[in-house]
């Protein structure tokens, strides 16, 4: 299968032990997952150009070799066991609507739906999104929110987790440190009223394909 600007497959055929080594190498694993259900059924190349050029702007941006990015459509793809094999799982709330079919792709992942009951083995789940202006009512169940424009903060979202996971920090001093993040809102850290400004690409000459 093909998506642009990257090529995916469809479904990971590796075992929980497997990815364990990778997280062990260093390799920061990333699932990219597509909300919009109405692509099932059309050809299999179909992808969301937003979530494919975001998988390019990791790959670009990060070291060659230290990053996997998967990108998965609603449900029909979801028969791997996101809660085992991946370190960050990534949503787009483009509309609200779409906010059942995140539970429904945590459920068939593997991953509680709640922040609060996750553990150290779970990913961390962040959502981005025109949607996320209004993060209240996905608080309980997205560990952190992209407030603004994705392309510039996700490799930084990235290098963040990517550089804790090696240093062996556990799954909070993740958390804590992609809070740290200009534009990124994690409700379980900021609960006191802090303001969070939203992140702005002033030129987009720079992310074009």
């Given amino acids: 299968m093909q998506t642009y600007p990257i090529k995916f497959q469809k479904?990971?055929?590796?075992?929980?032990?497997?990815?364990?080594?990778?997280?062990?190498k260093g390799i920061l694993k990333i699932a990219l997952l597509d909300l919009n259900h109405t692509t099932t059924?059309?050809?299999?190349?179909?992808?969301?150009l937003g979530i494919g050029l975001l998988a390019s702007y990791l790959l670009e941006k990060l070291p060659k070799g230290s990053i996997d990015v998967w990108l998965y459509k609603f449900a029909d793809d979801l028969t791997a066991d996101?809660?085992?094999k991946f370190?960050?799982?990534?949503?787009?709330?483009?509309?609200?609507?779409?906010?059942?079919?995140?539970?429904?792709?945590l459920e068939l992942g593997g991953i509680p739906l709640r922040s609060k009951e996750r553990g150290e083995h779970h990913p961390v789940v962040i959502a981005g999104?025109?949607?996320?202006?209004?993060p209240a009512p996905m608080a309980d169940f997205i560990d952190a929110f992209v407030i603004g424009e994705g392309e510039e903060v996700i490799s930084?979202?990235?290098?963040?987790?990517?550089?804790?996971?090696?240093?062996?920090?556990?799954?909070?001093?993740?958390?804590?440190?992609?809070?740290?993040?200009?534009?990124?809102?994690?409700?379980?850290?900021?609960?006191?009223?802090?303001?969070?400004?939203?992140?702005?690409?002033?030129?987009?000459?720079?992310?074009?394909?």
């Fill in 11 to 24: 479904r990971l055929k590796i075992g929980r032990k497997e990815a364990k080594d990778v997280r062990r």
């Fill in 41 to 48: 059924g059309l050809h299999t190349c179909t992808m969301p």
């Fill in 82 to 84: 996101l809660a085992q």
């Fill in 87 to 105: 370190d960050i799982v990534g949503f787009s709330l483009q509309y609200e609507l779409s906010y059942t079919n995140v539970l429904n792709m």
């Fill in 129 to 134: 999104g025109p949607c996320t202006f209004n």
């Fill in 156 to 209: 930084e979202i990235a290098a963040a987790a990517m550089e804790a996971t090696v240093e062996g920090r556990s799954r909070r001093d993740v958390i804590a440190a992609l809070a740290a993040i200009d534009g990124v809102y994690v409700p379980a850290l900021h609960a006191g009223g802090e303001r969070i400004t939203k992140r702005l690409v002033h030129s987009l000459d720079e992310w074009l394909p």
